[in-house]
């Protein structure tokens, strides 16, 4: 037999793998267990990979016989496969076999093959190493992705990239390294606004660095509202603006509402509104919406006020002229945009309570005569009227009747009556009654009484008295102011023996009853002061200022008496407006019935004169013009005067006569004499 001497072969197995690298195996071939024995021998033949298994080929040589069996040992169980068997070409006692054993491709390690047969053994053992890895600089094949993410949330981003050795990694955000993250794979918890930005990741080794593309983080939150719109008020016709400031992320959409719905069109931050009218006028807010959620601001409340256009007057008060005690009326006509507000002003002083469009007086006086004017006010503003002219006119009146006579005897005397009254007049009236004797002589009369004396009755019935005005209880200083309130010039002095009485009356018709004391101290006893002229007077007392159409007038002032050479009775018509005045004078009419007077003067005649002695009118037998005769007679039935006989040859005036002081002389034609009533009535 054969023996083989132990020894060691190098058996190249090669890897076709990607590293291309030759893989020595070392097959040790052992002596047989059994010298006597025909010993086998294993000679390797190499190796390659297929499917990622490591394929060893090996030979095992024999004496002929039966084949040895062959066994592996090794970190796996590998499989064996005998190509084919045949004589040994070197030597044709022996017979070999290739074999080859199957190894996986990554199970490492030394791998023992053992061929026994009944004459003994032989083994052989191989390492299988892993191929040198090939040196090469990192490469990114997924690159981190960008990512839009809602707040809160969590995110990865990642990288894979190869390269040997392996690479390390290096997260880094908006430049900058990120402390910590090292690894391929960056994860982001409950993300924050703060955590937005670029990200990428650099990969390193030995031979290389490469940086990845930026993966943009984005996070996105839910809108909120960080300038809410403000509450507004306006004025109708102007322009308004309702800003808002939205924030979140998307930027949000805006949509405007107004009174819950959708203003088309309106989805800018603001909402411009102009020309403004009453029915923009409600509540606003905002709806701001993006992907992540919808909000609403608060309400904003947009009030329109009315266009208010200061006032203008549309009508103005008018000049007005009214009779004294008439209801006066100033009226205005205001516009503009209402409401409105009045005053009514008299000479630019604001009037208190007159604050309507109209102002009225309900009885006009004298003194309200003035410049009126209103103030009238808006919201916007003011305006004032011009100014209307309220004039009063007084009322026209006989406000002072007198006779101018003589008293011939102690028991001459004559009275002077007055009629109080008139349409529609009531109340009281205050008259001034005077008896001029001495006091005449300071006006340059001569012949006057010495000591006058007065009687007043209403009616039939003795009322007051007076004899020496300076005696009475009523104070000398209330009976001067008395006679300059009415003008009446003044007594010469408190001890002069003229008489004068103030009285109030009420009755319709009076009289007065002048004549001559008895009681003067320088005469005897019973005797009086005659003969002397006296001027008995009757002077309405009511201020001018406060006469109204409803204040009691002197209608009507009538004296009967004895001519003599002449009687002159005298008047004052007062106020701004001529007066009508029917004045007579009657004899033949009054001595026949149903009067029945004695001794009239058979034809008397009468001379009207002005305060400046200018002869106006004169009148001798009334009814001798007809035209005139039938005014007169009507006027006659309108004062409420008997009536005068065609014919007679009583005498009568009407006549219209401006204010001022008058006197009428009545005498008998061709002087005659006789008893006579004059009179001069107020006609309406």
């Not at 306006?234 to 808002?244: I, K, M, R, S």
């Not at 039938?630 to 219209?656: E, Y």
Request: aromatic share 6%; glycine share 8%; net charge neutral.
């Amino acid at each position: 037999m054969k023996i083989f001497s132990p020894r060691s072969i190098a058996c190249p197995a090669r890897n076709h793998s990607i590293f291309a690298k030759t893989i020595l195996l070392f097959l040790s071939i052992a002596a047989p267990l059994y010298a006597q024995l025909v010993p086998v021998s294993i000679q390797a033949k190499g190796s390659n990979i297929q499917s990622a298994t490591y394929v060893y080929s090996f030979t095992v040589v024999w004496l002929n016989g039966a084949p040895p069996s062959v066994t592996a040992v090794g970190p796996a169980s590998p499989a064996f496969s005998v190509s084919f068997s045949r004589l040994s070409s070197s030597n044709p006692a022996y017979s070999e076999s290739d074999y080859q054993i199957l190894v996986p491709a990554t199970t490492y390690g030394t791998y023992t093959v053992t061929a026994r047969n009944l004459y003994g053994s032989a083994s052989a053992t191989f390492a299988v190493s892993p191929p040198p890895i090939p040196q090469t600089a990192p490469i990114i094949s997924s690159q981190p992705s960008t990512v839009s993410i809602t707040l809160s949330s969590d995110v990865t981003l990642s990288v894979v990239a190869s390269g040997y050795p392996l690479p390390t990694y290096q997260w880094r955000k908006d430049g900058a390294n990120l402390a910590g993250q090292t690894v391929a794979m960056l994860q982001l918890k409950n993300i924050q606004i703060s955590d937005e930005g670029d990200y990428e990741v650099i990969v390193s080794n030995p031979n290389g660095t490469v940086r990845s593309t930026i993966a943009k983080v984005t996070v996105n939150f839910a809108p909120s509202i960080a300038t809410q719109p403000l509450n507004v008020r306006a004025t109708e016709g102007d322009a308004t603006q309702l800003t808002v400031a939205a924030t979140g992320k998307p930027i949000p959409s805006i949509q405007w509402r107004k009174d819950g719905l959708a203003l088309p069109g309106q989805t800018g931050v603001s909402l411009t509104l102009t020309k403004l009218q009453t029915s923009d006028a409600g509540i606003y807010e905002v709806i701001a919406t993006n992907q992540v959620g919808t909000i609403t601001s608060a309400s904003s409340t947009l009030t329109v006020v009315a266009l208010v256009i200061p006032p203008t007057i549309s009508a103005a008060p008018a000049n007005l002229t009214v009779l004294a005690g008439a209801k006066s009326t100033l009226t205005v006509t205001p516009a503009g945009a209402a409401p409105f507000t009045f005053q009514w002003l008299r000479n630019g002083t604001p009037i208190s309570g007159a604050t309507s469009t109209t102002f009225t007086l309900e009885s006009t006086l004298v003194p309200d005569a003035a410049a009126y004017s209103v103030s009238v006010t808006n919201s916007a503003g003011s305006v004032t009227s011009t100014a209307a002219t309220l004039t009063v006119t007084p009322i026209s009146r006989i406000s002072n009747l007198s006779v101018l006579t003589s008293l011939s005897d102690s028991a001459d005397s004559f009275t002077l009556g007055y009629v109080i009254g008139g349409n529609a007049t009531s109340g009281p009236k205050p008259l001034l009654v005077r008896a001029a004797g001495p006091s005449l002589s300071a006006l340059g009369v001569g012949g006057t009484l010495d000591d006058p004396k007065l009687e007043l009755f209403a009616g039939s019935t003795k009322t007051n008295e007076n004899d020496n005005w300076g005696n009475l209880t009523t104070s000398v200083s209330a009976l001067t102011a008395a006679f300059t309130s009415v003008g009446a010039f003044p007594f010469a002095s408190p001890t002069s023996r003229d008489a004068a009485l103030t009285a109030s009356l009420t009755t319709r018709d009076n009289s007065v009853k002048i004549s001559a004391s008895t009681s003067t101290p320088a005469l005897p006893t019973g005797a009086a002061a005659v003969p002397g002229l006296v001027l008995a007077e009757v002077y309405d007392a009511t201020p001018t200022d406060t006469f109204t159409t409803a204040t009691p007038r002197l209608l009507n002032v009538s004296v009967l008496k004895s001519l003599g050479t002449g009687l002159t009775v005298g008047f004052t018509i007062a106020g701004t407006t001529a007066k009508t005045v029917l004045i007579r004078a009657i004899g033949p009419t009054l001595g026949a019935p149903p009067f029945n007077v004695p001794g009239t003067v058979a034809d008397p005649q009468l001379t009207l004169f002005n305060s400046a002695s200018a002869k106006l009118a004169e009148n001798d037998n009334w009814s001798v013009l007809p035209a005139q005769a039938t005014a007169l007679t009507t006027a006659f039935t309108s004062v409420g005067a008997f009536p005068l006989p065609a014919g007679s040859r009583d005498a009568a005036l009407l006549t219209t006569l401006p204010p001022g002081g008058y006197s009428v002389q009545v005498s008998g034609v061709n002087n005659t004499t006789g008893v006579a009533l004059v009179e001069v009535y107020e006609v309406p």
